[in-house]
Structures are given as C-alpha cells and as structure tokens.
C-alpha cells in the first residue's frame, strides 16, 4: 500500500509535468510546473520513509502513460480532470481514515485543488481572466467523457450478456438466442441513446433560461454585477484590493463576465452546454452497442453449448477490459478490478441463465 502512494505520487508529479508542458498561459503553466515539484517532494518522502531508493521508484506507471496518451489525442482538459477526481478520492480516503482514528484533519488533506488555487492566486502577474480559466478547466468534464464512454459499454455488455444466457439457459443455446440478442442490443442502445438526448436537451433548456437572466442582469445592472463578483473572489479568501481589480479586468468583457458570473453564481459550465444532444445520443447508441454485441457474436457463427461457452468467454474478457479501464480513474489495482468487474458480470449471466434453465424445463 505504501509503495503504491509513492506510485500515485509519482504519476501526478509526471502528468502535472505534462499539463505544464502543454499549457499555453505561462502563468497557468507555472502553478502545474509547482505543483509537480511538490507531488515529486512527496514521493521523495514516501521512499526515504521506506528506505526505497528514489531512483527506482521515479517511473510513471502504465496508467499515467495511457492518461499521457489520451491527453494527447483529446486534449489534457482530459487528465486534469482524472487527476482533480484522483486528488479528491484520496483526499477522501486519507479524511474518513482520520475521523475514524479520532485524528485531527488538516488542511494538507484536502483536494489539492485548494493547493492549485493557492499557487495561482500568490501569482504576482495573476489575472481575473487567467483565474476564471483555470477554474474553466478543473471543472471540465476532464474524465467524465472517458468515463461514459466506458460505463456504456459496460452497460450494453452486462445487460446483454445476462439476456442472452437467460434465452441460452432456456433454448439450451439453440434457435431465439442470436434473435433476442440483437433485439436486446437495438432495445437498450435506443433507449439509452433516447434518455441521452432527453437528459442533455431539458438540461440545455433549463440553464439556458438561467444564463439569460444573468445576461439581463449584467446589461441592466452591471455595477451590481461587479460588486457581486468582487464578493465571490473575497468569499474565496482573496484580498479585497485584488479581487475588485481581478473583478473589473473581467467585465471589461461583457461575454466573459457573464460566463464567469454563470459559472460561479449559477454552478453552470458553459462550455458543456456546446454539445450537441442528437451527438450525445449517438454517441451514447454506438457505445451501448459496442458493448451489448461482444456476447451475441458467437451466435452469428455457431450454435449450441458452444456458442454459450464462447459467448461467455468472450464476455469476461470484455468484462476485464472494462474493469481495467476504470482504474484510469479509481488508481486501484488493474487485476482486482478487471476480475471484480468479471465476477459480477458472470454472477448476473449465471442468475439468468439458471432462471432461463427452469422456465425451459417448465415449459418443456
């Protein structure tokens, strides 16, 4: 356990390097760059703790490397988000540990989100419009979109496999399998896709409602509006000298005041608002699909026991992929959730296939 809080260190000092390095506000890229010395500061400690040599323990793991790589396909928005979620699951770990133990918490357990911010706002050069950016991004979807992506998949997978061994249990893998398996995949990719759409659109309607009546507000009263974001900055611990200045350099902009004023007084990330809701439906169907296929396969080709043997071959596999997947996100380890994730998936399947077994018998 110990080793592997080094390791976690490591990886962050490696990725917040990388953020440094692919970060084009100087000022922005700095508070990374600091950030990275203090993750690495504290892998140091970890090892001189254990008597580890640093030398050896000074490689980023696979799972920063594969962060490194999506950043580079899909922009480090990306990792910086897995890393704000990576920060706060520790820092909530580290925090309910305390309490239980009776321990004081102090401030250097929590989310180093707090660190960030800190660094930035000591800044001598720091400005509204570089602070507002940097808030843009540890509250971007990061993650979430990885995440999605792979917990529907795992959707489609895990419900279709349990419908197709339910069907194989009661036709002993024979005729109606490979039939309902597609109907299940177009079944739940559809309404996934459907509960995509609806969730994104009427969340859409509703903010863009609310970031109307910001706009009128900010036209019909802007002082107001000043004041009132001069108030958050010094809510947040910021000098009042510095926070009307950083306030006032921001309505110098109309459109970037009212984003900020959207994101800070409302709780409302503009730019997750910019997508589409018929994209996010196919998105939602074809990952579904991608999913919900892998046990059908079998039955396109085969039939029979062999084809249930197969199919839930294939299954766990998939199964284990997926679990290995969300350990980007978790930082456990990759065996113990991929057969985690493979262990609940068969439990399910071999529910329903013992249910699909009885009803043929009943039936028969």
Do not use: C
């Not at 602070?131 to 979807?141: A, D, G, I, P, Q």
């Not at 903010?207 to 706009?215: A, L, T």
């Amino acid at each position: 356990m110990k080793n592997k809080n080094i390791q976690t260190e490591i990886d962050a000092s490696f990725l917040y390097q990388k953020l440094a390095d692919h970060e084009s506000d100087a000022t922005i890229a700095h508070v990374f760059s600091q950030m990275s010395v203090i993750e690495r500061s504290h892998a140091e400690a970890f090892a001189r703790k254990e008597n580890i040599p640093v030398e050896e323990l000074m490689r980023p793991s696979w799972r920063a490397k594969t962060l490194n790589a999506i950043g580079k396909v899909f922009g480090y928005d990306y990792v910086l988000g897995v890393l704000m979620d990576t920060e706060k699951s520790i820092s909530s770990a580290v925090i309910t540990h305390k309490q239980k133990a009776q321990m004081p918490v102090t401030s250097g357990d929590t989310a180093h989100v707090k660190i960030l911010r800190s660094i930035l706002e000591k800044e001598d050069k720091v400005t509204g419009t570089q602070l507002s950016k940097f808030e843009r991004k540890h509250r971007s979807v990061g993650g979430n979109a990885i995440r999605a992506a792979v917990l529907g998949g795992n959707d489609g997978l895990v419900s279709n496999f349990s419908l197709v061994m339910g069907i194989a249990g009661a036709t002993a893998g024979q005729e109606g399998v490979l039939l309902a398996g597609l109907a299940g995949l177009l079944a739940g990719a559809l309404s996934m896709s459907l509960g995509e759409w609806i969730s994104v659109k009427s969340s859409q309607e509703l903010y863009e409602n609310q970031m109307q009546i910001e706009m009128d507000e900010l036209e019909t009263n802007p002082e107001g509006e000043l004041k009132e974001l001069a108030l958050i900055y010094i809510a947040k611990g910021i000098p009042e000298e510095q926070a009307n200045a950083m306030a006032a350099d921001i309505m110098k902009d109309k459109t970037h005041a009212h984003d900020v004023l959207v994101r800070e007084e409302l709780g409302i990330n503009a730019e997750e608002l910019k997508g589409s809701a018929v994209e996010a439906a196919v998105y939602s169907f074809i990952l579904f699909a991608i999913g919900a296929v892998i046990p059908v396969l079998p039955f396109m080709f085969t039939s029979g026991m062999k084809a249930v043997v197969i199919s839930v071959s294939l299954s766990a596999a998939g199964l284990f992929l997926i679990g290995a997947a969300i350990t980007l996100f978790t930082g456990k380890n990759v065996w113990y959730s991929g057969f985690r994730q493979v262990l609940f998936g068969l439990a399910a399947a071999a529910i329903t296939f013992g249910i699909g077994k009885l009803i043929g018998v009943s039936v028969g």
